[in-house]
T-cell receptor, first 111, second 117 residues
Framework: EDKVVQSPLSLVVHEGDTVTLNCSYEVTNFRSLLWYKQEKKAPTFLFMLTSSGIEKKSGRLSSILDKKELFSILNITATQTGDSAIYLCAVEAGSARQLTFGSGTQLTVLP | EPEVTQTPSHQVTQMGQEVILRCVPISNHLYFYWYRQILGQKVEFLVSFYNNEISEKSEIFDDQFSVERPDGSNFTLKIRSTKLEDSAMYFC???????????????FGEGSRLTVL
């Protein structure tokens, strides 16, 4: 059974801090790993990673994948209160083409 | 920016009633999905749909569930006889699958919250 584990489950930081969110996976026939931000309702897409060692960057957010060690990290620098959300990691694997989600990391950024 | 839209945003129903949740995927996308998230739990895959038929379905997607693309734009999820445990947020998603390795990011709708009493 495909498994995606995120850590920490929750994190409270102050504005300006840098955070690192972790995602490890055990899947058969890995295809891609995706990061989503879930604020109130719909997960909104952040990154899709398919290759090891290539950092994807969008503003203060960046992510990298290690296919040998089977994990990914999501970094957020200079956090803002608007970054408060649940960050979801999901893996697409096998021929099934569906995503298996982790439980998410609840990030709270205090002013 | 194109988006996936879902209706209704919230539906309350009695146990045993039929429910239809509607979705309009992004117009040039070819792959459609339903996911659900029970309050406080993980987002779970229900079903994927391509070329007017189901591609994959999870164990959750039993005979009480069905999907349909009745016209060129709508994608519906029907629950025939709702149970209390069907209470969840149901997300529709679509994908173009034109990215590297024939993957493509999923774009999610805002969700339909179903409450079964």
């Amino acid at each position: 059974e495909d498994k995606v584990v995120q850590s920490p489950l929750s994190l409270v930081v102050h504005e300006g801090d840098t955070v690192t969110l972790n995602c490890s996976y055990e899947v058969t026939n890995f295809r891609s790993l995706l990061w989503y931000k879930q604020e109130k309702k719909a997960p909104t897409f952040l990154f899709m990673l398919t290759s090891s060692g290539i950092e994807k960057k969008s503003g203060r957010l960046s992510s990298i994948l290690d296919k040998k060690e089977l994990f990914s990290i999501l970094n957020i620098t200079a956090t803002q209160t608007g970054d408060s959300a649940i960050y979801l990691c999901a893996v697409e694997a096998g021929s099934a083409r569906q995503l298996t989600f982790g439980s998410g990391t609840q990030l709270t950024v205090l002013p | 920016e194109p988006e996936v839209t879902q209706t209704p945003s919230h539906q309350v129903t009695q146990m045993g009633q039929e429910v239809i949740l509607r979705c309009v995927p992004i117009s040039n996308h070819l792959y459609f999905y339903w996911y659900r998230q029970i309050l406080g739990q993980k987002v779970e895959f229900l079903v994927s749909f391509y070329n007017n038929e189901i591609s994959e379905k999870s164990e959750i997607f039993d005979d009480q569930f069905s999907v349909e693309r009745p016209d060129g734009s709508n994608f519906t999820l029907k629950i025939r006889s709702t149970k209390l445990e069907d209470s969840a947020m149901y997300f529709c998603a679509s994908s173009s699958r034109l990215g590297p390795a024939n993957t493509g990011e999923l774009f999610f709708g805002e969700g339909s919250r179903l409450t079964v009493l």
